[in-house]
């Protein structure tokens, strides 16, 4: 089966995207794993499908593959690139456009300058939506984690954008230990469906730095929803106001959230790298 696809990335999180609309696409998770390998495949950290909606009142479905060939729930900087490549294939031709995805609607908007802004839904904080294993709901909560020779325990803040964040302040991202913590944060038993490690380091009330091991990816240069969580979680903490500028290793994005119960908006650029075919 020849496939065609573009290679895009936001802020140098990678995706491999693919028409699903205008060809037929069956992926195994072998092959979404061979499209991710960097060796013998086209590389990247999440592979994107675009499918027809079954929505009357959406124009798109959106899947995401990890880069394991597991299937997950969200993807914020892949959403822009979505946006981005629907127009530039053709797909769409309006500016705003309803994409569903495995735990809702989002709604990207291509803006005037080139960037991209997504409404990305109302952030949930229930342990049960996230999910995570805790009898009661709280602004934090205490992580034990086993390490090679004692037990830490963190101070995370749990957040759904529609996949599972956990995030923790930390005095300088560049010191954080995130190749160390972020494989045992991610498989931690109290995240049944595992769970994204953010480390967030506040400059001041609009600026933060973060890193991100992604569930299934390991350490991104950039994590859009990611950035969503770790503002959410800045702003209940008392932390931080929006707009907030998030700078990751891939460059920066800017979160705006106006509390419980709104959605966060997550504005950034997407980038086509090239365009190709493989046989797959």
Known sequence: MK??????HGLGNDFVVIDGVRQKVELTPEQARFLADRHFGVG????????????????FRYRIFNADGGEVEQCGNGARCFARFVHETGLAYKREIRVATQKGVITPRLENNGQVTVDMGAPRFSPVEIPFISDKEQLSYPLEIEGDHATTTLQISVVSMGNPHAVQVVANVDAAPVAEQGPLIQAHPRF???VNAGFMQVLDRGHIRLRVFERGAGETLA??????AAVVAGIRRGLLDSPVAVATRGGSLTIAWNGVGYPVLMTGPAVTVFTGEIEL
Not at 3 to 8: A, E, N, P
Not at 223 to 228: D, L, R, V
């Open 44 to 59: 990247c950290d999440q592979l994107l499908l675009v499918e027809a909606s079954e929505q009357p009142d959406v124009d």
């Open 223 to 228: 994590c859009g929803t990611g950035a969503c």
């Open 3 to 8: 496939l065609k696809f573009s290679k895009m």
């Open 192 to 194: 049944p469906e595992r």
